[in-house]
């Protein structure tokens, strides 16, 4: 396996899918790629005072990818954190694609109970994915 995608936000169980993600890079020498989806690209102006920034929604999106990443080194050595812009199984499926992906992770979250109506982020890349899918438990 040379790599793995895997989506965060700033969810608890989106972690807990990263920290699976890690492991499986970890044992399989892997390359782990941390995505982080947003919508479209928007710009807000922040300001305290004199001071003012402009917070875009792909520099937030890339911070999210990034810290996690950050935090996951511990558990794996070669990470990467980006931003992709779209719907989060979308942008999974597309870094998976760019990549040429042998794995994505995927948490649980609404397979299960009456979320699993409405759909998930799981199933929408399964029924996407150039790869394999993990779909790992989250709760």
């Avoid at 937030?60 to 558990?75: F, H, K, W």
């Avoid at 050595?77 to 995927?106: F, N």
């Avoid at 998930?120 to 779909?135: L, N, R």
């Amino acid at each position: 396996m040379r790599t793995i995608i895997v989506g965060v936000d700033d969810s608890e169980t989106a972690g807990r899918a990263a920290v699976t993600a890690a492991e499986l890079a970890r044992s399989t020498g892997a390359r782990l790629h941390v995505v982080c989806a947003y919508a479209k690209e928007s710009v807000t102006e922040v300001g305290d005072g004199s001071d003012h920034w402009h917070l875009t929604a792909s520099g937030v999106a890339a911070g999210t990818a990034e810290r996690v990443a950050a935090q996951l080194s511990s558990i794996a050595s070669d990470i990467v954190g980006t931003a992709v812009e779209g719907k989060p199984a979308d942008a999974l499926v597309e870094a998976a694609t760019e990549t040429g992906a042998d794995l994505i992770v995927v948490g649980n979250r609404r397979v299960q109970g009456p979320g699993r109506l409405l759909g998930s982020i799981a199933t929408a890349v399964a029924h996407q994915a150039p790869c394999d899918v993990y779909i790992a438990h989250t709760r």
